[in-house]
């Protein structure tokens, strides 16, 4: 009947992400199938290039 704080604890029962066989990071979803780190079961891994910081940007002095 209540749906403040007591409903919102059921919530927590179970869990949606499992230790993924690849990566090995708790990160992949059970309903969806998909790991959220590499991107397994597709063959590509999942990386973008602004995951990376790139430190050689260098200040030109003229």
């Known amino acids: 009947m209540t749906k403040g704080t ?7 029962a179970h869990r949606t992400h499992m230790q993924c066989r ?6 992949f979803h059970k ?9 397994y ?8 290039a602004w995951q990376r910081k790139n ?3 260098r200040r030109r002095i003229t």
Not at 31 to 39: D, H, P
Not at 41 to 48: A, C, G, I, V
Request: proline fraction near 6%; charge should be positive; aromatic fraction near 6%.
């Open 31 to 39: 309903r969806k199938g998909r790991c959220a780190s590499c991107g």
């Open 22 to 27: 690849r990566c090995g990071n708790r990160s």
């Open 6 to 12: 007591t409903s919102r604890g059921k919530r927590t």
């Open 55 to 57: 430190f050689n940007h």
């Open 41 to 48: 079961p597709s063959p590509k891994l999942r990386r973008y």
